[in-house]
């Protein structure tokens, strides 16, 4: 089972950018297919990006498009989701996750990380 961790939460305020990393252990890495999700206060988790086994396919929800970016180095064994010009709307706890195989849908995926906080204050 892949166990998963993610750092780079913070404070920053509208405008601003976060890295978050997700680190992975495990030498099956490179065989599964990696997304981000997140939950604001009062709000159901939302699928937020995915990313496919090799890196070439990725989702964004349409509300992220253009700001945030998914990746991945399969020889780190960590996820990466480069968030810019973030909205208040975008704080949450924000969790990555892992499935086998890549989809566009918030299905399947059966491991989580603790999540990390993002707040953006307006």
């Known amino acids: 089972q892949v166990q998963l961790a993610e750092s780079g939460g913070g404070l920053v305020q509208a405008g601003g950018s976060l890295r978050l990393s997700c680190a992975a252990s495990g030498r099956t890495f490179s065989m599964y297919g990696l997304g981000w999700f997140r939950q604001g206060p009062g709000k159901e988790r939302e699928f937020v990006a995915a990313v496919s086994v090799t890196g070439a396919t990725t989702y964004l929800l349409d509300s992220v498009k253009g700001r945030f970016t998914i990746s991945r180095d399969n020889a780190k064994n960590t996820v990466y989701l480069q968030m810019n010009s973030l909205k208040p709307e975008d704080t949450g706890v924000y969790y990555c996750?892992?499935?086998?195989?890549?989809?566009?849908?918030?299905?399947?995926?059966?491991?989580w990380g603790q999540g990390t906080q993002v707040t953006v204050s307006s």
């Open positions: 996750a892992v499935r086998q195989g890549y989809s566009g849908s918030p299905s399947g995926y059966n491991s």
